[in-house]
Structures are given as C-alpha cells and as structure tokens.
C-alpha cells in the first residue's frame, strides 16, 4: 500500500506547520521547529514508476526506511512495554496454500476495474453505502456501489493519494502527497476542506473516531505526533508525543491504536487524556493493523507474522505465523475473520476463535483489503481491479 517511488538521501525534514486551529501543543511536546533527522519518507508523488516484485524483508527494504534508533515507549504518559514476543505462542499454517486460480473459482463474485495498474488500486475504506478506494495514478479516490459492483464516481483531489482512506463524521477522509488531509462529501462526490498537516509516511493509515481523525505527523528527532483532528471545525485540536517511526493508526475498543515500525511496538492512546496508557511489543517492522473479531491485529512486515492484542490485557495473546513478509500488505478485520494480504499472496484468512490459518492463495494479485457488505474486498494494484470475494 504505497505509492512506491524512488527513496531520498537523508537529509532535512520537514516539521509540522504551525497551528491550524484554536488548539495548541501542550507543554509536554517540544517546539515545533524544523529538525535534522533522518529521512524515512519518499519525495512528493510525481513520478510512479511500476512496483518491485513483492520480496523478502531485508536491511533497507520496506515500505518505509526503518530507523533502529527510535524510541520503544512514549516518552511521557506510556506504561512499560508489555509481553515481549518471544512469551507467546507462535502457530504456523496448518493448511495447503492454493492458488489464485482456485480462489477465483470458489470465491469470486465480482471484477471492479478501476485502472491504474501497475500501481493502483491501494487503500480501502468502506461507509456511507460504498467502498471507497484510492487511486493514485488518478490523482482520485473512487466509489465503487457495492448494489452494482460498478465505479458510480471518481472523486479527484488534485494530488496523490498517499496515506490510508477513511470513514467517519459524515464524511470520507484521504490524505494527499501535497501535505493535506482531504475531506471528501461522499454524497456530493466532492472535496469539502483540505486541511494542511504532513503525514509521517506515505505508508501508513489514518483512523475516524474517538472523537476526531488521527493522522500521524512528523515532530522531531525522537518522536513523531498522532494528530487530532476536529470534525466540527476541521482544525488540529490536538497532538499526542508517539515514539520515532510511528507509521499507522486505527480505531477501536475505546483507544486509538498506533504501530511504531522502528521501535517493534503497539502504543495504546487514550482519546480523552490524549495521552499513551500502553506499550506492547510485537514482532519487528509492525505497520498496518485492524481492530475487530475481538481484539487488535497488527501485521509485522519483517517475518510475516500477525500479533493478536487483547484490548483488555493490553498484551500480545498470539503470534499468527502467515508467512509473508515483504513491502506493502494489509489487514483487516471482519466477516468472520481476519484477512491479510500481500503482494503475491493476495489472501490469507485467520479464524479469530482459534488463531489459526485457515486459507491461503498465492499468485498475481493483492495489496489492500477491507471488509463490508458481506463480502471480503481485495484491491490488486498488478491488475488494476478491485475483487469482490465471499468470505465463505
């Protein structure tokens, strides 16, 4: 889920603008003034040369560029970090892999073309009687009507998509390579407000709910800001100090959710403190994730795996061995299962009461996947379509 382009030198980076709203940083964060610190982010999306071959995790290869030196915890407010992974239990797959073939013999029920291939269609959110996918060769975010499987509008928002859709307040929420959170109508098919806020990495997610947006924005040279975002007025309302490569949000059992990729671990934020109560550690390079099916699931690029957090224990209960690390992928929760996919292997099904593989395919074919509408949709950015699965 990128818009894969050719990495920087390290160098500069760009810090937060200043306020954009009544809000104001609280005392605990520092200033915000631009910092020297290394660079994990590509250049604004211009060019989109086609995607590597889905590959092993290596030094250097990610979605992003990993740091080793950031941070674990939260710097104020984060509990110490919670079961580490080796204290739980790893379960590998117990079932043959099939192929792609197979999976559109027995679960396909429909080919949405959206264009864009070799590089899109990526990320998915699913609301207000749609699937909604972005687009970034289009410059456009997508609706796709799930009553006719059929593109009913194309909404441009003049830059790149580059940082995870979603849904929430009466409104479609997508961020820009240009450095803006777009707000689309989703019953106008148009953009509403951009508001000025540069996302960490062009690699991640964004979350609605808890009372607000959450984005995650470059701060300094140790931490980075889980911003909130006023619906009501569509202005910063507030931040939260989050640890050095900080990368995806999500929302869900009364928290907000943040991986850190280059600390191996899960912060637990607090919506109405804004502070971090938690931090769990999971297994290397943890990125994308999905609440639902019970509890919090985090997929770990370095080896594949997936850690199961219980929202209760705030601790890793299981270690789900799915085999398929590499660059890109995503998770989602819902249907009955969890599903993970990944360049390659475009799908993989855990069964949530036994946290277990239960299916998986490999071929030509994944990238982002959601859930809806009693079906299971995968977006395969080789082929430039959305599939509509059953998840039975």
Known sequence: MTCMRARPSPGQRQSLPAEHGPGRIPERIPPLTATARPSRESPRCE???????????????????????????????????????????????????????Q?????????IRVGGAPNAPDWQAEGFGAVWVANSPKKAVQRIDPATNRV?????????PCDGLATGFGSVWAVDCAGALVRIDPSAGRVVARIPVTAESDEGLIAAGEGGL??????NVNHDALIRIDPATNKVAGRVLVPFGSTAAAVGFGAVWVTTAAGSTVERVDPSTGKVVATIRVHEAPRFLAAGEGAVWVLNQS??????????????TATI??????????????????????????????????????????????DCIGTGFHSIWLSNHELGNVWRLSPH
């Open 103 to 111: 999976l559109r013999g027995t679960r396909l029920q429909a080919v």
């Open 214 to 219: 959450w984005i995650l924005s470059s701060l």
């Open 303 to 316: 080896d594949g795996s997936v850690s199961r957090i219980d929202p209760h224990m705030n601790q890793v």
């Open 321 to 366: 061995a799915v085999n398929v690390p590499g660059e890109g992928g995503c998770i989602a929760a819902g249907e009955g299962g969890v599903w993970v996919t990944m360049p390659g292997t475009p799908l993989s099904r855990i069964d949530p009461r036994r946290n277990v593989v239960t299916e998986q395919f490999t071929g030509v074919g994944g």
């Open 47 to 101: 060019a989109l040369p086609p995607r590597p071959q889905r590959g092993h995790w290596g030094a250097g290869i990610a979605c992003a560029v990993f740091v080793a030196a950031a941070g674990a915890g939260c710097g104020s407010g984060g509990g110490a970090a919670s079961a580490t992974p080796s204290e739980v239990t790893h379960t590998r797959p117990t079932v043959p892999v099939r192929s792609v073939a």
């Open 152 to 160: 009913t509008a194309v909404v441009r928002i003049g830059a790149q």
